[in-house]
């Protein structure tokens, strides 16, 4: 099946710094890949967009040039949280689309970023 | 803002028994999912509808999706401790890739 990894799986950083998350689909091209944040106990709310090649989408609320998403090639999307703050600490999630088949998203295992 | 609400939001129950979860919105749905999530995890999806009425097993798991395509259940029959988790909906609509999920159900089941 469709796998998606992320790394760093777990992130410790200290307030002021910024973090880089990546995503990769391992096996297939994926034209879209999502950005998901996750407090404890609660669901998950979709950050942005990310299409290849373009410009990504952000969902209102969340600061674009706080959290920097490039998505360079189809295999590869990152997230870049500037200037962390503790506020920022929580479970980060990514997804993609495979090319051939937009009707599945395949969810990588979540990346958990802590700011001191 | 969360635009699908799942009912009810913890549930505590002893292996054996059923349960039904419940998601619900005033929004209709081109497809909906529904994903488990264990702790430090990613969602693992475990079904999508897409046709409204349409019911779905896997299991001891049934999926319904409702006739409007605004509402769905998840109705899990003599439930084990391995199916203790997060369980969330999730719902696309028409013309957009992206996912809105439900706000979650917790599921303990104790053995």
């Known amino acids: 099946g469709a796998v998606v990894s992320q790394h760093p799986s777990w992130v410790i950083c200290k307030s002021g710094t910024s973090v880089k998350i990546e995503c990769r689909s391992l096996d297939f091209q994926a034209t879209t890949m999502f950005w998901y944040r996750q407090f404890p106990k609660q669901s998950l709310m979709l950050m942005a967009t990310s299409n290849e090649g373009s410009k990504a989408t952000y969902e209102q609320g969340v600061e674009k040039d706080k959290f920097l998403i490039n998505h360079a090639s189809l295999t590869l999307s990152t997230l870049t949280v500037t200037s962390a703050h503790p506020e920022d600490s929580s479970f980060y999630i990514c997804?993609?689309?495979?090319?051939?088949?937009?009707?599945?998203?395949?969810f990588g295992p979540g990346t958990r970023l802590t700011v001191l | 803002t969360q635009l699908l609400e799942q009912s009810p939001q913890f549930l505590s129950i002893q292996e054996g028994e059923n349960l039904t979860v419940y998601c619900n919105s005033s929004?209709?749905?081109?497809?909906l999912q529904w994903y488990r999530q264990e702790p430090g995890e990613g969602p693992v999806l475990l079904v999508t509808v897409v046709t409204g009425g349409e019911v779905k097993k896997l299991k001891r798991l049934t999926f319904q999706f409702g006739d409007a395509r605004k509402d769905s259940s998840l109705h899990i029959t003599a439930a084990q401790p391995g199916d203790t988790g997060l369980y969330l909906c999730?719902?696309?609509?028409?013309?957009?890739?992206?996912?809105?999920f439900g706000t979650g159900t917790r599921l303990l089941v104790s053995p």
């Open positions: 999730a719902g696309e609509y028409t013309g957009f890739q992206k996912l809105v």
């Open positions: 997804s993609a689309r495979e090319r051939r088949n937009t009707d599945t998203q395949y």
């Open positions: 929004s209709v749905f081109s497809s």
